[in-house]
């Protein structure tokens, strides 16, 4: 009877332990969520420089690189705790419009163009002055189609804020999001 009792409460110690190192465990594992997409620590990191991007391809429609710089200043002021200096920025992002172009994209019974693609073109230098290893320069690129029978003109404004939105989402997302 005796044997049976100390069993017993060897067997309740044991589980007393094992809950008790479960909860450390668990305790230990943290699991962030920032719903603004954003990772940064804003404890080392605390501003942002970010460079009007110019207009350096051959074809040029004016207005997308104010579309273009308004856009891509937005999404940080947005998404981010960043403060956004004019120099010596905790990150810093610099780049040009490289290329806008259209091309056929499928051609119609008739031997015409059926749809015209429209292609933007960034070429983006990023730097992380608290952490050199993420630094880059990549191109960002983002198309859209639409009727050849339209005249470009027409439909740019509309097309051209699409594609920046799709580029700057991606600068985004390679810069802070660390996706």
Not at 127 to 152: G, K, P
Not at 161 to 175: C, G, L, P
Request: net charge neutral; hydrophobic share 40%; charged share 15%.
């Amino acid at each position: 009877m005796v044997w049976i009792k100390n069993m017993m409460n060897k067997n309740r110690f044991l589980y007393g332990l094992c809950l008790v190192a479960f909860t450390m465990v668990l305790a230990a594992c943290s699991i962030t969520y920032k719903f603004n997409g954003a990772s940064i620590d804003y404890t080392k990191t605390k501003t942002i420089q970010i460079a009007q991007f110019p207009i350096r391809s051959a074809y040029v429609w004016g207005p997308m690189q104010a579309i273009f710089n308004n856009q891509l200043t937005d999404i940080f002021a947005r998404q981010t705790k960043l403060k956004q200096v004019n120099r010596n920025g905790d990150l810093q992002i610099s780049g040009e419009i490289v290329e806008y172009n259209q091309f056929n994209k499928s051609v119609a019974a008739d031997g015409y163009s059926a749809q015209t693609q429209l292609k933007m073109t960034v070429n983006v230098r990023f730097v992380n002055n608290q952490n050199h290893d993420e630094d880059f320069e990549q191109r960002f690129s983002a198309t859209t189609q639409y009727d050849s029978s339209l005249q470009l003109n027409a439909v740019q404004e509309e097309l051209v804020t699409q594609m920046v939105k799709d580029i700057v989402d991606q600068i985004f997302n390679a810069t802070v999001a660390n996706w």
